[in-house]
């Protein structure tokens, strides 16, 4: 089972401010298998970025993906108040899927 | 845009078997990979399982041996049954869509979220 680590736990952040999160997998994971969610308290986790690096639909594009291999980032260029939630990364194979234990962005 | 909506009872005793159904309206059905997906309270979440409009399954070696996941075409829903559940069960239980394709594989859209409580 290819485990993903994501880091840091929690993010202390103001409006405006860049957020960089980290999630590293356990073995090379195609990039076409990473995506990263929100997830806000009561709801469920919305689609952001597939394969590494491209915006799902109407996702603003403060959001952005990259990596490879092993690990994979999600930048949020400017934190807009909205912006504070969990993020999850996931791998999806081809019989297993598997999320990161998710980095909460709070407001600082 | 297809939309999810899944139902089941909230709350269950120890040793008994969990039972939800998610439907899926206005889209299409096959070319999918309906999935389930759970979220203990306040931790991560946990792939659960998934079958294809044909009735193929994958489902998370950790709960293989308790997780039935069946399909009925005729009504677009997915079923999730998981035996002998124990507090550690307890969960708020999503259902998904998952995609997997040339541009990638994701989950999307999700199910409102069904908590489901083991208490004795």
């Known amino acids: 089972e290819i485990v993903l680590t994501q880091s840091p736990g929690t993010l202390s952040l103001s409006p405006g401010e860049r957020a960089t999160l980290s999630c590293r997998a356990s073995?090379?994971?195609?990039?076409?298998?990473l995506a990263w969610y929100q997830q806000k308290p009561g709801q469920a986790p919305r689609l952001l970025i597939y394969?590494?690096?491209s915006r799902a639909s109407g996702i603003p594009d403060r959001f952005g993906g990259r990596g490879s291999g092993t690990d994979f980032t999600l930048t949020i260029s400017r934190l807009e108040p909205e912006d504070f939630a969990v993020y999850y990364c996931?791998?999806?194979?081809?019989?297993?899927?598997?999320f990161g234990q998710g980095t909460k962005v709070e407001i600082k | 845009q297809v939309q999810l909506q899944q139902w089941g009872p909230g709350l269950l005793k120890p040793s008994e078997t969990l039972s939800l159904t998610c439907a899926a309206y206005?889209?299409?059905?096959?070319?999918?990979?309906w999935s389930w997906i759970r979220q203990p309270p306040g931790k991560g979440l946990e792939w659960i399982g998934e079958?294809?409009?044909?009735?193929?399954?994958n489902y998370n070696p950790s709960l293989k041996s308790r997780v039935t996941i069946s399909v009925d075409t005729s009504k677009n829903q997915f079923s999730l049954k998981l035996s002998f559940v124990t507090a550690a069960d307890t969960a708020v239980y999503y259902c998904?869509?998952?995609?997997?394709?040339?541009?990638?594989?994701?989950?999307?859209?999700w199910g409102q979220g069904t908590l489901v409580t083991v208490s004795s």
């Open positions: 998904a869509r998952g995609r997997k394709g040339f541009y990638g594989n994701w989950f999307d859209p």
């Open positions: 206005d889209g299409s059905f096959s070319g999918y990979f």
């Open positions: 079958i294809t409009h044909s009735g193929g399954t």
């Open positions: 073995q090379s994971v195609p990039s076409s298998y």
């Open positions: 394969g590494a690096s």
């Open positions: 996931q791998q999806y194979g081809i019989s297993m899927g598997t």
